[in-house]
């Protein structure tokens, strides 16, 4: 499989976009409850496609790193943004509603897996990690 310079152009500006937008705001991205600002670009892998899943997956395992939480935080995160992804670009098409519903369910993939093993890492009950 051939990846042309474009892609992976793409896929490194949204890896570094990814990565810095989670660290910049480390205080709010990191903890149980993670507000990160940089999940904005996920939506985006609708129109753009995989460059977008394999970079903000890349900038996650970067960002994870950083945030110092563990292996599980750095492959979860991951998963769970390639995943969401990929879902999101599958499922939106040309419609709105499809869009729509492209973001909703990126948004319930990256909440249930990551509020699953982030209940793990904080020892809590699992209703308090993918509570939204």
Do not use: H
Request: with cysteine; glycine share 12%.
């Amino acid at each position: 499989m051939r990846i042309s310079s474009r892609d992976l152009a793409m896929t490194t500006i949204f890896a570094a976009l990814y990565a810095i937008g989670v660290i910049v705001l480390a205080p709010i991205s990191f903890g149980i409850y993670q507000v990160r600002v940089a999940d904005a670009l996920l939506p985006l892998a609708i129109i753009l496609g995989v460059p977008v899943a394999l970079g903000t997956s890349l900038g996650c395992v970067i960002a994870n790193i950083y945030g110092g939480l563990g292996l599980i935080d750095i492959i979860g995160g991951a998963i769970a943004n390639f995943l969401a992804c990929l879902l999101a670009a599958y499922i939106g098409g040309e419609s709105f509603t499809k869009r729509i519903v492209g973001c909703l369910v990126e948004t319930l993939t990256i909440t249930v897996i990551v509020g699953g093993y982030l209940s793990v890492i904080f020892n809590v009950p699992v209703e308090t990690g993918v509570s939204w």
